[in-house]
């Protein structure tokens, strides 16, 4: 479930991600098949969903390279990964990037009502300290795509929602609100695309770098299963939580379960697992009609 690159040295296991250093100017991320639920690594891991993670990735990235510059580098991987075995091994789901200085915030933008969202805004009208009007329902699509920005929370603790104004005080007036225009175009685009593709994007997390001259890069993952959730056009209803192309089901199997939501997660059971891959699967082939 993990690279285990020897010939570059590691620099950061994620979630997902393991990174690696090149030089001083690039790194080496492979999206691997693990599966985080919860903010628990399950010990299962979903065949294929590196690749497809990559590809999704890798689509957005130079789709949306006309709003945002992002992080992709021109360096081959044959000159970043000089084994070649290691380097047949990972080939599908790695890519060299630009090092950048992470900005320490999720961009979050949500087009529809659903998750924690719907949650804060059954409690009190509003989301992230916008108001919202009275009346929506579970899953509905909001007048207007909303930003509600949350903190990037250390290891094994959670993000913290937060507003405009707490996200200026952390980086600053100007940059916050770049990324926030930033983010909700780069999320206009791409949902008005899905939805020609029979998907619903219904909200979706950005990351954000700065080079070394200051300028703004979309760095991490795009607009993928995992980052996002994606729900079938045809199978859509307000009113109703709609079914995912992403791990849903997996978070679905697992509420059934007496687990804690503490390390160590459940094992997934084979049925899952297939399901969950066929979904990554269906992802990709939709947005861009070729499949992993």
Known sequence: MSADLTCLPLLHRGKVRDMYAIDDDHMLIVTTDRLSAFDVILPTPVPGKGAVLNAVADFWFHKLSHIVANHLSDMPLADAIPDADERRRVASHAIVVKRMQPVPIEAIVRGYLIGSGWKEYA?????????????????????????????????????????????????????????????????????????????????????????????????DEVLTPDSSRFWPVAEYRPGISPPSFDKQIVRDWLETLDWNKQPPGPVLPDAIQQKTAAKYREALERLTGCGS
């Open 123 to 219: 409690n009190s009208g509003s989301v992230c300290g916008i108001d919202l009007p009275p009346g929506l329902q579970l899953a509905d699509r909001l007048p207007e795509a909303i930003f509600t920005p949350s903190t990037k929370a250390a290891a094994g603790e959670h993000d913290k929602n937060i507003d405009m104004a707490e996200m200026r005080g952390l980086i600053g007036n100007d940059l916050a609100e770049q990324i926030r225009d930033v983010s909700l175009r780069l999320y206009k685009e791409a949902a008005t695309y899905a939805l020609e593709k029979g998907i619903i994007i219904a909200d979706t997390k950005f990351e954000f770098g700065l080079d070394d001259e200051g300028h703004l890069t979309l760095i």
